[in-house]
């Protein structure tokens, strides 16, 4: 199994975005995380910030759409490029539409589930889309400590992707960092999210690399 880290730049420098973004290039993807202030209590940024980024950025960029009409914003963010564009499944009227319509536009599809949403009632959508994105944080805020009550939910989500052979990527979001990834991957998940972890680290790209290193070796275990 494949292990990706795509580190967030919600606590990076944004007042130096191009540069936060190179000194993360040997990561798989740019995690850019668009909060509307109504889906989360939260703003950031929108699709005129990702397509300033899209062209200056050394990895593809993966976008986590934390807002509530994302039926009608999520096709834009792939039509403008980014490899990956996840919704929230709490915040999409018609998901398979969705997906097919991200998928349509050449990015993969990703779904997002909020620490309260299970996944059992979303196990017959996964042959839909590219990712399950499973929150270990309240979304919101970086800096949050990671939710041990989400191990089940991930390993129910593995499970699922197993026994339907699918495949599809299970990525955490949330409170990712040297102490916790090695659970999050061995309950199975596969590609991850860290903010502050390597952002407040002394040198960033190092701590791609640490973390990669970790989440490989419980896979290789
Ligand atoms: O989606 C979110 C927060 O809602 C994340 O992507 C955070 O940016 C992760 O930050 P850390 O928990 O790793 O600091």
Redesign the pocket.
Known sequence: MGIRITP????SDVSDLRGELAKIAGADWA?V?V?DNHF?P?LTWGLPVVEAILPVSPIPLDI?L?ITDADRWAPAYAEAGAQSVTFHAEAAAAPIRLAREIRKHGARAGMALRPASPVEPYVELLGEIDMLLI??????????S?LDSMLPKIRAARRAVTDRELDLWIQV?????RSTIERAADAGADTF????????AEDAAAEVEALRSLAQARHEH
């Open positions: 967030s730049i919600l606590n995690h995380d909060m989360v939260n986590h934390m929150m270990t944080v309240e979304p919101g805020f970086g800096g949050q990671f979001d949330g409170g990712i960092s999210v860290a903010g502050s972890a390597v952002y407040g």
